[in-house]
């Protein structure tokens, strides 16, 4: 059965300890105050925006002259920020302003939910606190829910592990021409491997909020993300290493981390996250909870959700009881059994209704990981990896059942976590190639992170007929365009490891034709 993540769930102790000191109000002297003289340039982790709607656009900034002090070096009183949207980038023509308070309790983070603002329109925004401005970010509204679209055009990217590369990518992504930029998990990395370490995180294994705080510190600290996050906005999801590698739920899979271990952990990670995305206010969490799914509408061309592998998820078949971590399975009789899902009972009723009432050209989902068959057949029996969708046959099975039965078709899936490009078929029932084809599925690379041999790639290709583009050995983004009669991927791709003077090209380009289920070569 599927353990509840929710504090009514957790020992009264437990849910205390989630809750305690996270989300107690600041200890200071209660007042407002202006930023302290000579404490420094505020504006250290940039600006951001996301969750654009036809009216609205969330704006970010996190006051931290010292980042990787606590507070950011910053007194625990709350401390004034100032905003500004504009039409133009000299803000002549500010359309709306305000000021807002950076709270010590979300570590002076600011997430402003503007409203009311024209759709289809592009902005530009900035912050001040005290004598200091931040630097100028560009955003946009949506279109309307009604209006006809020519095109929507994003990155979707994931697995940015700081170590083992430079933000090359983020600066292609920031000079180019795109709508969003759709972020599919492993924004950070909690863990190390210095056998690919060529810049150090700032320290260990983050156990603790404060240490969360500075992870995402060191990774914002990156002038290319800065960067590709000022240039447009964002949506985002998340994978495991923003908590833990492979967590499910509340299960770890260390064998000395209880439930309740996993979850204060848990609690102190989503808030880090929160208070370092351009993500609504709505969303704060509430200890290890955090609704970060959702639906977003780019008027009458598309549909595109993002959806959430890991806070619902069921811990993986054959593993030992209450534990989590991916590991390689021939023969596991437990793999089909029904109640094991990815996304939870809830989320998977949601994205069916969701579906089904679609009336969009396109519909986007956006997730952790790879939807389609990786497993390698070998002499043996097919060897399948449980932390992925192939670990959970009955829950895929529900979600390509839910697509199949989409009534005007055209669903795209998009995924990240496994370290390479890929485009493939997915099928009503995805192990019989006499099934339907329902959807087409891209799969980005890492931004850094490296990526299987060539030689295993290779071996799953051959494994796999459905999946008709994979490369393990290039770090990337995919540049999509969507139009009415067609979505175009371009696999951007440069050689592991990635560094700053390293030149990215195209790998492969792929397209999928309306009402033709499956991407196809682009000539």
Known sequence: MQRRTFLAGLAPSAAALALGSLFAPGQGRGGVERL???????????????????SSVVLWTRLAPQPMEPLGGLPSAPIAVRWELAEDEAFRAVLRSGEVLARAAHAHSVHVEVEGLPSDRRFFYRFHAGDASSPVGRTRTAPAADAP?????????????????????????????LDLVVFVGDYIYESSNPRYRLRPHEGGTPQT????????A???????????????PWLVTWDDHEVENDYADDASRFDERSPESLLRLRAAAYKAYFEHMPVSPSMAPAGPSMLIHAHHRWGQLADLWTLDNRQYRSPPPCSKTGRAGGQALINC?????????MFGNAQERWIGAE????QARWRLLAQATQIAPAGIDTPVGRSLYSDGWDGYPAARARLLGAIAAQPKGNVVCLG??????VAARLRADPLDLRSAVVASEFVTSSLTTRGLSEAM????????????????????????????ERVSCNFRATPFPVRPESRIATQAVWVVESGEPGPQRDA
Not at 416 to 421: I, L
């Open 355 to 358: 579906l089904a009432a679609s």
């Open 333 to 341: 009789p437990s793999i089909g059994e029904p109640a094991r899902s």
């Open 457 to 484: 790639t290779a071996l799953m290709l051959n494994s796999n007929p459905d999946m008709l583009h994979a490369r393990s050995d290039e770090r990337g983004y995919a540049l999509l365009e969507l139009g009415p």
């Open 218 to 232: 060191t990774y914002k600290l990156d002038a290319a993300l800065r960067d590709a996050h000022a240039a447009h």
């Open 416 to 421: 990240g976590d496994v370290h390479r490009h």
């Open 149 to 177: 679209v020519g095109r929507l055009r994003l990155a979707l990217a994931s697995c940015q592990h700081y170590e083992q590369g430079a933000y090359t990518l983020h600066r292609e992504i920031a000079a180019t021409d």
């Open 209 to 216: 909020l404060a240490g969360y705080r500075r992870r995402h």
């Open 36 to 54: 302290p003289a000579g404490s420094g340039y505020p504006f250290t982790l940039g600006v951001a925006s996301g969750m654009p709607g036809p």
